[in-house]
């Protein structure tokens, strides 16, 4: 089974902190995506990567990064935390270039930024 | 802006019940998918359907995919109190960047035993 860890279950922070968002997949996809999931509005897709060193924006990169050093781990980065980040963070990966490839995801990080 | 965006927002039922949920799009896909997601934890796919197709099934998960109107419904059949959860659908656009899912706001089901 397709195992996709995320470091923090739950992560408090204060304003204006720079917080660091792991997450690690063990089946060698090829692409991973940061989402953030509000009630009411879904999830929503933060940055993705297709592959090492590559990243593309998604609906909401405003305020975040990534990084990608390795094929198994992407990083998401809140460079100046702030109360409007306060959110649950999933991270998922895929495999290949197919559409048809579901996502895995792990099971989430919910951050809290006070 | 959210592609998908599911109906009803919440829905109780018994145990036993059949459980229908519906999910409307705004653009040409590729492909629809559900995903199940429990309380305070990461989503589960479930199924996939492609545009060329109108039906699947997977056990007792049915659904149908309508693309001159744009929506999807997701029949979960007997269902049980395990089967409480979020349900999300996702389209995979036609055209545009690989495997770039976009999820809608989701359905609440809970399954009273």
């Known amino acids: 089974d397709v195992k996709v860890t995320q470091s923090s279950r739950y992560l408090v922070k204060r304003t204006g902190e720079k917080v660091f968002l792991e997450c690690v997949q063990d089946m060698d996809h090829e692409n991973m995506f940061w989402y953030r999931q509000d009630p009411g509005l879904g999830l929503r897709l933060i940055y993705f990567?297709?592959?090492?060193?590559?990243?593309e924006k998604g609906d909401i990169p405003e305020g975040y990064s990534v990084s990608r050093e390795k094929k198994e781990r992407f990083s998401l980065i809140l460079e100046s935390a702030s109360t409007n980040q306060t959110s649950m963070y999933l991270c998922?990966?895929?495999?290949?270039?197919?559409?048809?490839?579901?996502?895995?995801f792990g099971n989430g990080t919910r951050l809290t930024v006070t | 802006s959210q592609q998908g965006e599911e109906d009803p927002q919440a829905l109780s039922i018994q145990e036993g019940e059949n459980a229908t949920m519906n999910c409307s799009y705004k653009?040409?896909?590729?492909?629809l998918q559900w995903y199940r997601q429990n309380s305070g934890r990461g989503l589960v796919h479930l199924i996939l359907?492609?545009?060329?197709?109108r039906e699947k099934h997977s056990g007792r998960l049915r659904v149908t995919l309508d693309t001159s109107k744009k929506s999807s419904s997701l029949l979960i059949t007997a269902s049980r109190a395990a089967d409480t959860a979020s349900y999300f659908c996702a389209t995979a656009l036609y055209g545009g960047a690989t495997n770039k899912l976009i999820f809608g706001t989701g359905t609440l089901l809970a399954v009273q035993p």
């Open positions: 990567s297709y592959d090492v060193k590559m990243k």
């Open positions: 998922a990966s895929s495999r290949g270039q197919s559409k048809y490839s579901p996502l895995h």
């Open positions: 359907i492609r545009s060329n197709e």
């Open positions: 653009t040409s896909i590729n492909n």
